[in-house]
């Protein structure tokens, strides 16, 4: 990753953002309601925890036919990538709750979808929300050698067919994530000192990232092989568990960031980016699907990308509301405002900008 920090630029002569925040602040005191998640949060919690774990206990409890159990793993992924959107998601940016414990909680599910708080907040909130499709800073777009994202990124031969391939490593995201991604961030991060929040001591950090580790693996592999499941059959679960989460996770963040239509700003000598943060956002960001209720129900609201990016401490349970004012301020300021009005049609533009990304830049 880059060393030199990018800094925006300060001059907002259209006064968007602060034309922006005034009107949603506006509309929150005038309908006399929180930012923070309610009831339609909380139940949507309680069903998707439901789906995430039911099927894991009747998978421990009940004797099933192999092809039972691969199916139950399947729904147990789909839960997986529920709760990580919605619950995890909105718990890490404090917006699930007014309460900090239940906003850390929420946030702690994270535990057991393989993931771990810190290295999730600095990734996310740290990197991904403030250096938002810059190369080399946000690491979203780092897919090592592998997949070119960028312009930016070098490009090698086999790039040439990443439309075809890409989508087969995406469901490899969570599987990574419990393996190994957890360790080498961590190691890099705390390299670099980056912190979101209270910064803690290391020795702290490493504890709690190899405990939770060595907790996840007890209750997803190492229990259900003691209690007398063949441990081929539960290690394949545990991979299509994994794969099917990764898979949907995967598909939804490209969606909002690696489309044609969304830029890729490059710093300048001073390592100066040309808009301030917030035009930036509507740049680099895109919706897709934002009428479809089930789409917004099961992807907490990251459909609505530039809502979240531009107001990441609301909880997306508010985004559709918020939606309307945002696109009318970008458009009286003449920005943009970048949406895809359906899922199939942003799934064909990613694909489309990966395979323009694949060829040689001198031809392309």
């Not at 938002?132 to 790039?159: M, P």
């Not at 129900?297 to 985004?319: A, C, D, R, V």
Request: proline share 3%; with cysteine; charged share 15%.
């Amino acid at each position: 990753m880059n060393t030199v920090i990018p800094t925006f630029s300060k001059n907002d002569s259209l006064k968007f953002f602060r034309t922006l925040n005034s009107r949603v602040n506006n509309y929150f005191k005038e309908n006399n309601i929180k930012k923070t998640g309610n009831w339609k949060l909380h139940l949507k919690a309680i069903i998707l925890f439901t789906v995430f774990l039911t099927p894991y206990f009747l998978i421990l409890t009940l004797d099933m036919p192999f092809w039972v159990m691969l199916l139950l793993s399947v729904v147990i992924g789909i839960g997986m990538a529920g709760l990580g959107m919605n619950v995890m998601h909105d718990g890490n940016h404090g917006s699930y709750s007014t309460k900090s414990w239940v906003n850390k909680f929420m946030g702690g599910t994270i535990y057991i979808l393989a993931g771990n708080v810190y290295n999730w907040q600095v990734q996310h909130n740290v990197l991904h929300h403030t250096y938002t499709n810059i190369h080399g800073h946000d690491e979203d777009l780092d897919a090592g050698k592998i997949i070119r994202f960028t312009k930016e990124a070098e490009w090698r031969r086999f790039h040439k067919f990443q439309h075809y391939y890409s989508v087969f490593l995406y469901g490899l995201l969570t599987f990574n994530w419990a393996l190994t991604t957890d360790f080498r961030q961590m190691r890099s991060y705390l390299k670099r000192k980056l912190s979101y929040g209270e910064a803690k001591s290391p020795k702290i950090l490493w504890t709690t990232l190899i405990i939770t580790k060595i907790i996840y693996v007890s209750v997803w592999i190492v229990l259900p092989i003691v209690i007398g499941i063949t441990w081929w059959k539960v290690l394949l679960g545990f991979f299509v568990m994994h794969y099917t989460a990764g898979l949907i996770l995967s598909i939804v963040f490209q969606l909002a960031h690696v489309v044609d239509e969304t830029t890729n700003p490059v710093p300048n000598e001073q390592g100066e980016i040309e808009n301030t943060w917030a035009i930036h956002q509507l740049y680099t960001t895109a919706n897709f699907a934002p009428k479809n209720a089930v789409v917004n129900w099961f992807t907490g609201g990251l459909n609505h990308q530039i809502e979240h990016h531009l107001f990441p401490h609301i909880s997306h349970i508010h985004y559709g509301k918020i939606a309307d004012i945002i696109k009318q301020t970008a458009a009286e300021c003449n920005l943009p405002y970048h949406e895809f009005k359906t899922t199939r049609g942003a799934i064909i533009a990613h694909f489309k900008h990966l395979r323009d990304l694949g060829m040689k830049p001198a031809i392309a």
